[in-house]
């Protein structure tokens, strides 16, 4: 049954729903009571870095969780899935597979036939069906601002062109809540995607099979609201809200970290 809780995670309030979060089972423990942790696995979406997730990880780790957060290389959907695929082939026993935005198609994908992974945490992603694509979910409902407009494109290689977002979109589009300095530093060191893969489509979704957490973010530019409701109730997932822009685990690192721990437990 799928857990619907909104909440206004801003100051306080997000230390109140965090700790909301992690209260049910705070003693609880994994792999039918042995007591291990299972490995955390962070997949960074574009425009962005797996330094996105520090502070989500560092919660993590000190409560003992073993993480790792690999760079996406945001090449294409079947080769950043084959990718992560291979990373979570090395890791052995339980893995929690949690992503951000455009990782989202790429766990949705890498998680597929990997009995090891045990749950799916999306965190403001992209949670496709088979043969559904980001822009068709990006523009499934109204609302998002990263538009053509908004992007700059710069060609890599011969007809291929990378997508940065521009720096006066930058900060109100994809992170609307954090310091303008912030979000300068972010812009910066911004890794762009190919804009292929705006429009390849998603294979056989790891979701219907694996159990799945949401966190929307509620007042996310990127990918509508809307749209990121639309994909958790279809999968059946475990959705809570946060009242965020697109990087939720930037402006709300501890209830992201307690989300990821309900579902690890």
Known sequence: MTTTRRGLLAGSAAVVVGAALDAPAAQAH???????????????????????????ASRLIRDGYPVIAPANPLRSVASDSAYLSGILATISGPIVLVAH??????????????????????????????????????????????????LDFR???????????????????????????????????QRPADVRTLGEPSGAPAWKT???WYLVGGDDQVLPPAAQRFMARRAGAHTFEADTSHVAMIAQPAATAALI????R
């Open 155 to 189: 060609p890599y290689g011969e007809g291929l062109v990378d997508g940065y977002i521009k720096k006066e979109f930058f900060h109100d589009v994809f992170a609307g809540d954090l310091p303008r300095s912030t979000a300068e530093l972010m812009w910066a060191g």
């Open 101 to 150: 935005s455009y990782g989202g198609i790429v766990i949705t994908n890498a998680a597929t036939g990997n009995p090891n992974v045990k749950a799916l945490v999306y965190v403001a992603a992209f949670m496709p069906d088979q043969g559904e694509t980001l822009l068709g979910l990006q523009t499934k409902y109204p609302g998002s601002r990263l538009s053509e407009a908004a």
């Open 30 to 56: 994994t792999g039918g009571g042995s007591g291990r942790k299972p490995t955390v696995v962070l997949v960074h979406g574009a425009f962005a870095d797996a330094s996105g997730w520090n502070g989500v």
């Open 210 to 212: 694996v159990p799945s």
């Open 261 to 264: 721990k309900r579902a690890a």
